[in-house]
């Protein structure tokens, strides 16, 4: 299983990005998907996720409002929309899949699979 995050850039602060998370190897419309995101000498924190079926989603309270997480079966892709974007949410972020089909446990324990961060720096 191969997960690609990309969608990444340099933005100003109240600005917009889009990143996506695509997979190979692995259908993701049978899996939970999340992103994590970690900031320079901080500790790397669970964003939000979706279910396998995307009817349940799960945001930490700091992105709440301004992010939202979707998925595109046809594509088998996770996206994570950026909105109204502040300098403090400046990381990488990675995008990660469960590893059991079906369940939605929005954990970080719970994510298995991994694929490499995306580069989001937020100007102010």
């Known amino acids: 299983v191969q997960l690609q995050a990309s969608g990444g850039g340099l933005v100003q602060s109240g600005g917009s990005l889009r990143l996506s998370c695509a997979a190979s190897?692995?259908?993701?419309?049978?899996?939970?998907v999340g992103w994590f995101r970690q900031a320079p000498g901080k500790e790397r924190e669970f964003v939000a996720a979706i279910s396998w079926s995307g009817g349940s989603t799960y945001y930490v309270d700091s992105v709440k409002g301004r992010f939202t997480i979707a998925r595109d079966s046809d594509k088998n892709t996770v996206y994570l929309q950026l909105y109204s974007l502040k300098p403090e949410d400046t990381a990488v972020y990675s995008c990660?899949?469960?590893?059991?089909?079906?369940?939605?446990?929005?954990?970080?324990?719970?994510?298995?699979?991994w694929g490499q961060g995306t580069q989001v720096t937020v100007s102010s």
């Open positions: 990660a899949m469960d590893n059991e089909r079906y369940r939605w446990s929005p954990a970080p324990a719970s994510f298995y699979y």
């Open positions: 190897g692995r259908t993701l419309s049978r899996y939970t």
